[in-house]
């Protein structure tokens, strides 16, 4: 009680306390500090950058384990890259893609697997249906458009049954968008979908979001960034608390508590039940925050002495329908002196592995990369790997997927500020949600909403 009572006589006053700092917590900050507000950005964990987290091999090879890839269509990721100064890698792209499906692997130098005109023609025809629908949803407003109810009824998997007229193409399209969202397409609604669609901009600009990623890691960004926020960043600090009324705010952590006009509250909407608002959250967004839970995802990385697909004329980059491995990639550094290969393990294959021993897991997967990409796939000189649904303060990835019902019933309250909390993070994005370049535009949008809400009292 005596340890309570000093953390709740020295709160420190700053204008806006901003929760969690990850790329949207760190972006806000950015901001703020160019609009000469003060600010300071409590963060659970023992490091800024959330949902992004590198790493170097043994020889210093620098690996993503978290969020990795950008297209050339995340301007503000790519503004920022410049921006800080690091250098951006095309994916390796030469040779066959592998497209292992109901137990066939093929090979494919295009973008489509070897398939029948027909299934070509089907799925071509459901790429239109979708960018078409798509267009339907508000990017910002989802829950209005007229189709909202309709299609959040309905999963994905049904969306995707009812509009495909051969099995090869309803494969296909099941192939690319499970790996696309890390979910299996009965876990989510096709409202979702449609949305995260709609905030791409088209199914072509989502399928060229893995075309980059940056030579010195997703994290390096961060820190850049964080070096640049000094001491406003206070790591270690889980918010417990947030007591509120019409124009002030307190935060408390364990250790701090902050006094403010507003709070940016940028954690994944899943872990809001982690925090106790007083008074509580209206029934809506609390209700929202309980059915937003992450999808499963296991990420590792295998390094080999050489990226010895190449030689095999393949590119690295192999899709699977079979469990455990869903996605390969090719990360291997420039100069090519190793070879690393992102693999991807996502919905309900790294719940089938997830408890597994980590040698058994390392068995499973080397398994299944030779059958995609050949024996020496069998002989990685390093395995790593992050299982992003057992890190407390994200539970899964890459974003959250909401299942039927939710968005059309609970989703006007995703952004909406109550009092003077206010949201962010890539789930309240409107462009690109879901992605690194979510992040950025929800702070972006955040941070106009709060100064205009100061101004205006
Ligand atoms: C395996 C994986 C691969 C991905 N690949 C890509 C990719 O290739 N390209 C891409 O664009 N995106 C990718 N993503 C998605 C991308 O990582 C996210 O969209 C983005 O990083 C989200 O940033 P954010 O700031 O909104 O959320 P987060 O990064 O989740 O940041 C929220 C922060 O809040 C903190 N926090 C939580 N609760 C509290 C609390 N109570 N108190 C204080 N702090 C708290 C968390 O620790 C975290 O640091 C991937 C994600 C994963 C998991």
Known sequence: MEKIGSI?????????????AGLAGLTAALELKKLNYSFVVLEARNRP???????????????????QWIGPHHKRMMRLIAEYGLQLIPTYRTGNTIYEMKGKRKKTKGKLPTLSPIAIADIMKMKRKIDKISRKVPFDTPWTSKLAQQLDKITLAEFIKTNSHTKAGMSFSKLLI???LCANLYEVSALDFLWCIRAAGSIDHLLAAEDYWIAEGAETLINRIAESL????????????????????????????WQAKKVIVTTPPNLLTRICFDPPLPASRVQLSERAGLPSVIKMICVYDQPFWREGGLSGTAYSDQNPVKLTIDSSPLDGRRGVLTVLIGGDSARQIESLPLESKQVEIKKALVRLLGEKAAFPIEMFEKDWSAEEWTRGGYGTHFATGVISQFGASLNSPIGPIHWAGTETASEWRMYMEGAIQSAERVTVEVINAIIKE
């Open 49 to 67: 950058g959330g949902r992004i987290h590198s790493t170097v091999t043994s020889d210093n090879v620098t690996i993503d384990l978290g969020a």
């Open 230 to 257: 000094g001491e406003t960043i206070h790591l270690n600090q889980p918010v417990l608390r947030v007591m509120y009324d019409e124009k002030t705010v307190t935060v408390y952590t364990e250790k701090e508590s």
């Open 178 to 180: 499970e790996e696309a």
């Open 8 to 20: 709740m006589s020295n709160k420190k006053k700053v204008d806006i306390v901003i929760v969690g």
